[in-house]
């Protein structure tokens, strides 16, 4: 008897665009210097494609959970939405970035393929339901990753920053390995959904179990970079160039978000009381670091490096407060909160490093803090688009990041831990300093620089729905946060 093939529907967009990724490859080879440019226009329309299947599927499972290949790839609600924001984080970027790398001979086809590829891993990881294929999705990522930020041959401190990543990502990769390894000693298998069961009937190890989910909150934690295993973050996005810092800083995050509610609240929800601990440690001390070592930086990709570990510790306080007591589970609100804040974060890093690459020309980065002077008067629409990039990531009203962080804190206070509330909240107050001596800069400060800034079109079209995005959903959260409310109460069951 012929055994039935594995459903494919699923997993369409990921072959889409590994198939894409290898056609964009070989053409590369082939077409002359003239016509390098349809490469690019291929790769995005690819993400676009893709964009399409993902909701066109969304719409075919009328939002149930579809599991496929043995039960190692499942497609949600959750799913559709990370995938869709990241498609989207993905094509932004390259639509920022084909300016500044042509201009520094970096768009190639190696460039694109490894954007692609980065991108499949990222949606593998995000549809993850079994260990093996979570990490075979995070290594995919990981390694088109380091070879991006190395991709600049000719400036040494790419280099340095390309073998800082891949050493400590290799070193975090391994701590994640072998926490899965205990997992997996522990109760014998590897499905994701599986685990949990052999958890919950308590025919598991819990000895080894922790000890495994120490390193898989380690390997998380790398992943996220949250303190105390940020130190490679200031120092790749310093060091990568500003293309490569802004694919780093945006869809990323969003496989990391979704790699710690598969691993955390669908297999381990019973250890809860152990990691919620751990995250309390690692969130509290994130936020500290993040928003106190921002303050002290000249460089602007070094200031929002330390505010992405102050955001990410902000983000796990929603992952957090999901969990009261022990394995009992509050309302779903506090996952869809911290899933909210994931989105708005990529959102509001797309528009801070947009306008960071925007105002970069040939033989000038704009990577210091004084390029910023007076930018209000050499232009006062990217002033005004950076106002409100920095506002939103400082929590002000009446932009998207105040709801995001606003929704984060009350789901920490519904949980019972107004202390940690009051911290977060504390915390933000000393972050807005940073951003806010930002719009000093562009506003009551004289220019260093009266070149004009120059920018395509479909940049500073793209660029400008940016900016606008975070004022509009600042005024209409409503249809973004019932999103993930809606994504989030679809993976509720499998969390029980």
Partial sequence: MTPELPLLLPAYPEMAILAMASIVLLADLFLPERLRALTHWASLATLAGCAVLTVGIAQATGGRAVVTFGGMFVFDPMAAVLKLVAIVAVATCLVYSRRYLAERGLLSGEFLVLALFATLGMMVMISASHLVVLYLGLELMSLCLYAMVALNRDSATSTEAAMKYFVLGALASGLLLYGMSMLYGATGALGIPEIAEVIAAGQADRTVLVFGLVFVVAGLAFKLGVVPFHMWIPDVYQGAPNAMTLFIGAAPKLAAFAMAVRLLVNGLLDLAVDWQQMLVVLAVLSMALGNLAAIAQSNIKRMLAYSTIAHMGFMLLGLLAGVVEGNRLSAPDAYSAAMF?????????????????????????????????????RSPWYAFLMLLVMFSLAGIPPTVGFYAKLSVIYAVVGAGMVWLAVVAVLLSLVGAYYYLRVVKLMYFDEPRDATPIRASLDARMLLSANGLAVLALGIVPGPLMALCLAAIQALYPLAR
């Fill in 341 to 377: 804040y994931a989105l708005v974060y990529v959102l509001m890093s797309l528009g801070s490093f947009g306008v960071v690459l925007l105002m970069s020309r040939k033989g000038f980065e704009a990577e210091e803090l004084d390029d910023y002077r007076g930018l209000n008067r």
